[in-house]
């Protein structure tokens, strides 16, 4: 699987839109992009993920360069309840539709929402 | 709807000790995996299960631990004798077996072992 590059940590004022940026420039053809993200004490949360398009639902929205070599997850009206850890992730897709594999978090970007 | 449940939250004991995590996927999940999370490794892959038969234990640190999954609704994670090193948050998730479909976490049971 890819790796990817974020940074360290970000802040953002309340009801502003979050950008979180994410470098995944060894993404290969079958590598989807995945967002999760982890407020404290508490498991991961699954937020969205793309292979191609951007997507949208109602968590956040997803944009994907036309190289797929990096993503953006958007927040649109970021809240208080938005400060946690975000991980973008890649992983293969396999051929045949079978077993789900490994997802491997990094370090993710702490995104700080400040009143 | 119900998420993926794992039980106990919280769990202190002694080293030696014989410990067991449990979880409950969400329902008509086939694929279920356990995590663990430390300060200085993050989060990792220990086992998942597609169908109640494991796929894949390459991260299962040693034998002292197990994990079985005896029906599609339940699943363990045995440490046995534990070890203060054990000490972590082990987190298990659930998706469904088909391509690409996200997995969905519990929020896991904080491990210590004195």
């Known amino acids: 699987d890819a790796k990817t590059t974020q940074p360290p940590s970000m802040d953002c004022a309340e009801g502003r839109a979050a950008n979180l940026p994410c470098n995944h420039s060894?993404?290969?053809?079958?590598?989807?992009v995945y967002w999760y993200r982890q407020i404290h004490s508490q498991g991961p949360q699954y937020i969205i993920h793309?292979?191609?398009n951007n997507e949208t639902n109602e968590m956040a929205s997803l944009i994907i360069t036309e190289d797929r070599k990096s993503s953006t997850l958007i927040l649109p009206h970021a809240t208080l309840r938005d400060t946690a850890v975000y991980y973008c992730i890649v992983r293969v897709s396999s051929s045949y539709g079978g077993s789900q594999g490994n997802l491997i978090f990094g370090k993710g970007t702490k995104l700080s929402v400040k009143p | 709807d119900a998420g993926v449940i794992q039980s106990p939250r919280h769990e202190v004991t002694e080293m030696g000790q014989e410990v067991t995590l449990r979880c409950k996927p969400i329902s008509g999940h086939n694929s279920l995996f356990w995590y663990r999370q430390t300060m200085m490794r993050g989060l990792e892959l220990l086992i998942y299960?597609?169908?109640?038969?494991?796929?894949?234990d390459s991260g299962m640190p040693e034998d002292r631990f197990s994990a079985k999954m005896p029906n599609a609704s339940f699943s363990t994670l045995k440490i046995q004798p534990s070890e203060p090193r054990d000490s972590a948050v082990y987190f298990c998730a659930s998706s469904f077996y088909r391509d690409n479909q996200p997995q969905h976490f519990g929020d896991g049971t904080r491990l210590s072992i004195l």
């Open positions: 793309g292979l191609k």
């Open positions: 299960f597609n169908n109640n038969v494991p796929i894949d």
């Open positions: 060894t993404i290969s053809g079958n590598e989807y």
